[in-house]
């Protein structure tokens, strides 16, 4: 676990030097605190206190979380372009079995070069989907009029897989709206299996 920086300008992050972010957020929330007060004098509508300081502002803890959140998932994708030659000896423990899968898979199926080529195949995909869900969750909490409905994922899921309902969207979004009341946690494709079989019934 990586120690508290004695720096009051860098903060770990998971290993990752986010710089400026302090200041950031307390030039941000000061801000906020003179566009208040400028609108308090011309409106008169809002009563702010003149004593109002910046660190008592929550503004600082939000906009703290938004920009070392944005910084970290930058952060990711430069070191995922980074095409350098620097490797690093790590001390991951990996179950045997999975060990044992990535061995077979090599050697007799040929999917990569070497275990750890295949290892490091893998947490890229994964770091990279992760990073792309990251965007995707700011975005639809900054917009959250542009969230597909979950009849939308399904129609885009089936249209991926070739399926026939792909061309029946409005199945689709029935179906979604059928099984979102008996199961909230249902995702795209329990929709396209509860279409498939309530089409199949009703043939």
Known sequence: MALPSTNPRVLPVDG????????????????LHRLLVAESRQVGDVE???????????????????VQRTRVVEEINRLLDSHGTETSNT????????RDAVALAVKELGV?????????????AALEAIVMQAVLD????????????????AVAAADLDGHPLASQPERLHQAAAEIIERHP????????L??????LSAA
């Open 112 to 124: 990569a070069q070497s275990a750890t080529a295949l290892t490091t195949a893998a947490l890229r």
């Open 16 to 31: 990752i030097l986010v710089e400026g972010i302090v200041e950031a957020a307390k030039s941000a929330a000061t801000h």
């Open 194 to 199: 509860w279409a498939e079989a309530r089409a």
């Open 138 to 153: 700011d975005h639809y909490a900054e917009h959250p009029e542009v969230r597909p409905s979950l009849g939308d994922l």
């Open 48 to 66: 702010v206190d003149a004593q109002f300081s910046a660190a008592d502002c929550t503004t600082v803890l939000w906009y703290s979380q938004v």
């Open 91 to 98: 001390s991951m423990r990996i179950p045997t079995a999975l």
């Open 185 to 192: 946690a249902a995702v795209a494709e329990d929709v396209v």
